[in-house]
């Protein structure tokens, strides 16, 4: 694999090719907010809150840090005025989905982000997707999708896949960097019932007791 020279923040960085800008960065210790990001899913760039801004040739854009491949002496700033406003209002805009999650909190205060600029739609679901995604890309089960549109939109369990899937893996929930998915299980948890395989009594009273 070749080689790729470039700059971030001013430093000089040796990356491989295919790599990202936030893998690159992440070389040299350079640390970029990540939202959707997993290093077990594909990437995604559904957030954006990653944004980055970089000059190819002279021409100044902004990208996605986490799905913009590195190029030979591409110049990247992962800090700048145009990348912390962007960043600002992400913050603010998932905000008013997930008013209460401690992840976005501590970006607010980074960023200097408004709590209260946009109104409230606390579905507390700020759509990274990443249990969408890891429910279908590593248990291949799509026991967990995204239902509805626009700022309605939020995840939901499906109840007969959950059913059957869900019980004991729960693998997604550490994933959710809100409490959305919790939120939406226990909503379906009513929906469900247990497999006759797990350690209830087989009927739908879920007391947990055999016999
Ligand atoms: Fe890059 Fe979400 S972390 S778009």
Redesign the pocket.
């Known amino acids: 694999m070749s080689e790729i020279h470039l700059q971030i923040d001013g430093k000089e960085v040796v990356a491989s090719e295919g790599m990202t800008i936030l893998e690159a960065a992440k070389t040299v210790g350079i640390s970029i907010p990540?939202?959707?990001?997993s290093e077990k899913l594909e990437p995604?760039?559904?957030?954006?809150?990653?944004t980055v801004e970089v000059e190819v040739r002279g021409w100044p854009k902004l990208v996605?840090?986490?799905?913009y491949p590195v190029e030979k002496d591409l110049v990247v700033r992962t800090k700048s005025e145009k990348v912390n406003k962007i960043r600002k209002v992400l913050i603010e805009e998932m905000l008013a989905h997930a008013p209460d999650a401690e992840v976005l909190k501590e970006l607010a205060t980074e960023y200097g982000a408004d709590k209260d600029r946009f109104e409230k739609h606390p579905s507390f679901c700020i759509h990274?997707g990443l249990c969408v995604r890891y429910c279908a890309e590593i248990k291949k089960k799509n026991a967990v999708g995204f239902v509805d549109r626009g700022s309605n939109r939020e995840i939901s369990f499906i109840p007969e896949i959950a059913a059957k899937e869900c019980w004991d893996c729960k693998e997604c929930f550490p994933l959710c960097p809100t409490s959305a998915l919790q939120a939406a299980y226990v909503l379906a948890e009513s929906l469900m019932t247990p497999p006759e395989s797990a350690s209830g009594c087989g009927c739908s009273c879920s007391s947990g007791k055999k016999g």
Do not use: D, F, N, Q
């Open positions: 990540t939202l959707c990001h995604y760039g559904g957030c954006r809150i990653c996605a840090g986490c799905i990274c």
